[in-house]
C-alpha cells in the first residue's frame, strides 16, 4: 500500500512514517502543500492520502481539491487536524473523506483506519 502524508510538522511526520511504515507499505511524506501539489497524482498515485487541515500557504482542503482529478477513484483519503474549532463541517462532509482524525492523531485509531482500508482493498482485488 502506496500511502502519502501531508502535514508541516516535521516530527509528526516522522512519528507517521514510523507507526505506519512495513509490513508492505511505501510512506512518502511532505512537509508543505507546495511539495505535495507537484508529485501527488502526478509521479506518486497513493493508495491513501492523509492531509492536514491547516498548513501554510494552502489549507488540507484546497490541497486536496488541487490533487484529487489526479488521483485514481480508489484513493482513500483521511483528513487530520488540531483546529477542529475552525473546520467547515459541510465542506468536509463534501469530500467525501475515509476518515477524520483530531490532533493531538489516536495512532491506534489512525492505525486501524490504514488497516481497514487495507483490508477493503485485498477484498476489492479478490473479487475481481
Do not use: W
Not at 18 to 38: E, N, W, Y
Not at 90 to 116: H, M
Amino acid at each position: 500500500m502506496q500511502i502519502a502524508v501531508v502535514d508541516n510538522d516535521k516530527a509528526l511526520l516522522r512519528s507517521l512514517a514510523i507507526v505506519l511504515g512495513g509490513k508492505g507499505r511505501h510512506i512518502t511524506c511532505f512537509d508543505g502543500p507546495q511539495s505535495a501539489a507537484q508529485v501527488i497524482g502526478v509521479t506518486l498515485q497513493p493508495d491513501l492520502l492523509i492531509i492536514d487541515y491547516l498548513m501554510p500557504g494552502c489549507d488540507g482542503i484546497e490541497l486536496l481539491l488541487r490533487v484529487r482529478p489526479y488521483l485514481t477513484k480508489k484513493c482513500s483519503i483521511i483528513m487530520i487536524s488540531g483546529h477542529t474549532e475552525m473546520l467547515d463541517q459541510r465542506r468536509i462532509k463534501e469530500l467525501n473523506l475515509s476518515g477524520f482524525i483530531p490532533k493531538p492523531i489516536d495512532l491506534n485509531e489512525l492505525y486501524n483506519i490504514v488497516a481497514q482500508e487495507e483490508r477493503a482493498r485485498r477484498r476489492n482485488h479478490e473479487s475481481n
